[in-house]
C-alpha cells in the first residue's frame, strides 16, 4: 500500500467523521439563538420551495448535494484496489452510497429525533453522482498513482 492510498484512507475517516457530525450530532450547531432547528427537515422539496425563503432552499438543497460529493469522489478510490473495472466500481459505490444515506435517515429518526426524509436521500445520491462523474473523469491517472506501489 502506497503513501497516495494510505493518505485516501485517511482522508476518508476524516470525511466520514464530518459527515456523521454534520448529519447526526450537530442538531445543537444547527440551532438558531430560540434552539429552533434551521434546518426543519421536510418531506417534500416541493414543500420547501412553497414555505420557505430562497436562501433556505439553496442551503437545504445545495447542502445535501454538496455533503455526498467527497463520498462519490473518494470511495471510488478506496475500492480501486478490488474491483477493476470502473463501471462495476462506481455501481458497487453507488450502493453503499444509497445504504449510507438510509442508515443516516434511521440514525437521525431515532438518535436525533428528525424526520425521515426521502428528499435528503435523492440529494445525497446527485452529490454522491457529481463525485463519482469526477472520480470516472480523473481515473486513469487516479488508477495509475494507487496501483503504483513504488512510490
Do not use: C
Amino acid at each position: 500500500m502506497n503513501r497516495k492510498y494510505v493518505s485516501v484512507i485517511v482522508v476518508f475517516i476524516l470525511y466520514v467523521m464530518t459527515l456523521i457530525y454534520l448529519t447526526v450530532l450537530s442538531n445543537h450547531v444547527l440551532s438558531n439563538y430560540r434552539g429552533e432547528p434551521i434546518f426543519k427537515l421536510t418531506v417534500s422539496i416541493i414543500g420547501i420551495m412553497q414555505t420557505q425563503s430562497v436562501e433556505y432552499v439553496i442551503k437545504n438543497v445545495f447542502g445535501n448535494v454538496l455533503l455526498f460529493i467527497p463520498y462519490g469522489f473518494l470511495l471510488p478510490i478506496l475500492l480501486i484496489p478490488y474491483i477493476k473495472k470502473t463501471l462495476m466500481n462506481i455501481g458497487t459505490t453507488a450502493l453503499l452510497a444509497l445504504i449510507t444515506t438510509i442508515t443516516i435517515e434511521f440514525i437521525q429518526v431515532y438518535y436525533a429525533h428528525r424526520v425521515f426524509d426521502i428528499d435528503d436521500m435523492i440529494l445525497n445520491e446527485i452529490g454522491f453522482l457529481i463525485g463519482a462523474f469526477f472520480f470516472w473523469l480523473l481515473e486513469p491517472s487516479i488508477r495509475k498513482s494507487i496501483l503504483d506501489s513504488s512510490k
